[in-house]
């Protein structure tokens, strides 16, 4: 898992990096004291995991969270326990409490390497056992009622908690469901691939394929780590 620690206290992140590195299969890309500096190299490389202190000058840690649209798998490390309710609400993987056992640091990344691996796997069961389908459309329902969508229509589907925003040719606004990503690929044929534990692909919409990006209609999307050899096989690359 490749990792970043993001947090204004040198002396926190020295802590970070020695329990990491008594961990295996665990890569630090990048040691970051400024969030606002921290949000280029999650924008800029493939991250698996980030520890993420909470108060930090010029931005929080839960504003960084808020802020950066595809925030991988997440732990907060902080000495402020009175945020662990709005940590948990943003999805983090874990919240630890300043100072930090190694224990409690080891179970934390101990459910973010299962979290991963679970990820690892459904990537593999959706791209490579797709469901075939005679049919050239679905029904989705939105709002009150069942619309018919044309599958060549999609070019790529984005997760977010409870619903999923299906994105369609020549419409500006997405169709908003309440959906998993799991009931809707079940739906889908063959060209329809994830990407990303947040993206679905209409792969005869790509227009260009980048090192860590798709791009539909001008949007780039990611390719997760977790993903990325199962989409560049799926493409022929």
Do not use: W
């Amino acid at each position: 898992m490749k990792c970043v620690i993001i947090d204004d206290e040198p002396l926190a992140v020295d802590v970070l990096e020695t329990y990491v590195n008594k961990i295996g299969g665990m890569e630090i890309v990048a040691k970051c004291n400024n969030p606002l500096e921290a949000i280029t190299i999650l924008n800029k490389h493939q991250v698996d995991l980030v520890f993420l202190d909470i108060e930090m000058p010029n931005l929080t840690g839960l504003d960084l969270v808020k802020t950066v649209e595809n925030i991988p798998q997440f732990i907060f490390t902080t000495a402020y326990p009175q945020h662990a309710l709005e940590g948990f609400e943003l999805n983090a993987t874990d919240y630890l409490v300043k100072p930090i056992p190694f224990k409690r640091f080891l179970k934390a990344v101990s459910r973010a390497k299962e979290k991963f691996q679970l990820e690892q796997s459904i990537a593999i069961q959706s791209n490579t056992s797709p469901i075939e389908t005679n049919n050239d459309f679905i029904f989705v329902k939105s709002e009150y009622e069942n619309i018919k969508v044309n599958l060549n229509d999609i070019e790529y589907i984005k997760g977010l908690k409870d619903y999923i925003k299906i994105h369609l040719k020549d419409q500006t606004k997405p169709l908003l469901t309440l959906s998993s990503f799991k009931a809707i690929l079940e739906k889908l044929p063959s060209n329809f691939i994830r990407t990303h534990r947040s993206y679905i692909i209409n792969i005869n919409c790509i227009r260009a394929l980048q090192k860590t990006n798709v791009v539909i209609n001008d949007v780039r999307i990611p390719i997760g780590e977790t993903y990325k050899e199962v989409v560049l096989k799926r493409l022929g690359v």
